[in-house]
T-cell receptor
C-alpha cells in the first residue's frame, strides 16, 4: 500500500533562515508524482511544488525546492529565506498512475512557525 | 480568473440529517475532486468527477455521494450524518489531464459540524 510519512508534527524557524520539512514515501508503483501543499489557517490548500518520479533534476519554485532522493524514497521540502507568512501547515502528497492522477494521498502534515 | 468556490463555508447539522455541499471549479477546469480533512484521519480522497461521471473513488461508505453538472459544478451529498462526519470538506479542480503532475487548485472548504 502506498504511504506518505511526515515525522515532524511541528517545526520552528527563525525569519530569513532556511528550513527543511521531511517527507518519506512508500510505493511499489514506478510512476508517481510528489507534491507539497501549504495550508494557512484559512483552510485553503496552496500548491507549492511538484516532482515526478522520472524527473532527473530536483524541482524548484522560487524559494521552494524539493530535495528528491529516489533511492531513499524521500522528498523533503526546503524553504529558503523564511518569511512570517510561511507560518502554516505543510502537506506532502503523492499521486499514482494506478489510482489516478487527481487522487492525492496526503501525509499528516507539519506545522511550521516562523519566529521574528 | 476566479478561484474555486465552495458553498456554504460553514454548516451545522444534527445526526441523521443529510447535507449537500457545492463546488464551482475554475473556469475551464473539467475535473473536480473532493477531500475530507479531519484531525484523526487527516486528508482523504473522496471521489473525482469529470464530464459528469465519477472517474475515481476513495474508500468511503455509500452515504457519501456526488455528482457533476454540465457546467462542471459539483455537489457532494452526505446522508444519515454521523458525528464522525464532522470535517473540513475540500474541493479541488483541475484540467482534465490525467498526467501525474496535474496541479489541483483547492477551494477554501466547507466546515461541517455534526451535533
Amino acid at each position: 500500500a502506498q504511504k506518505i510519512t511526515q515525522t515532524q508534527p511541528g517545526m520552528f524557524v527563525q525569519e530569513k533562515e532556511a528550513v527543511t520539512l521531511d517527507c518519506t514515501y512508500d510505493t511499489s508503483d514506478p510512476s508517481y508524482g510528489l507534491f507539497w501543499y501549504k495550508q494557512p489557517s484559512s483552510g485553503e490548500m496552496i500548491f507549492l511544488i511538484y516532482q515526478g518520479s522520472y524527473d532527473q533534476q530536483n524541482a524548484t519554485e522560487g524559494r521552494y525546492s524539493l530535495n528528491f532522493q529516489k533511492a531513499r524514497k524521500s522528498a523533503n521540502l526546503v524553504i529558503s529565506a523564511s518569511q512570517l507568512g510561511d507560518s502554516a501547515m505543510y502537506f506532502c502528497a503523492m499521486s499514482y498512475d494506478q489510482t489516478g492522477a487527481n487522487n492525492l494521498f496526503f501525509g499528516t502534515g507539519t506545522r511550521l512557525t516562523v519566529i521574528p | 480568473k476566479a478561484g474555486v468556490t465552495q458553498t456554504p463555508r460553514y454548516l451545522i447539522k444534527t445526526r441523521g440529517q443529510q447535507v449537500t455541499l457545492s463546488c464551482s471549479p475554475i473556469s475551464g477546469h473539467r475535473s473536480v475532486s473532493w477531500y475530507q480533512q479531519t484531525p484523526g484521519q487527516g486528508l482523504q480522497f473522496l471521489f473525482e468527477y469529470f464530464s459528469e461521471t465519477q472517474r475515481n473513488k476513495g474508500n468511503f461508505p455509500g452515504r457519501f455521494s456526488g455528482r457533476q453538472f454540465s457546467n462542471s459544478r459539483s455537489e457532494m451529498n452526505v446522508s444519515t450524518l454521523e458525528l464522525g462526519d464532522s470535517a473540513l470538506y475540500l474541493c479541488a479542480s483541475s484540467l482534465a489531464k490525467r498526467e501525474l503532475g496535474n496541479e489541483q487548485f483547492f477551494g477554501p472548504g466547507t466546515r461541517l459540524t455534526v451535533l
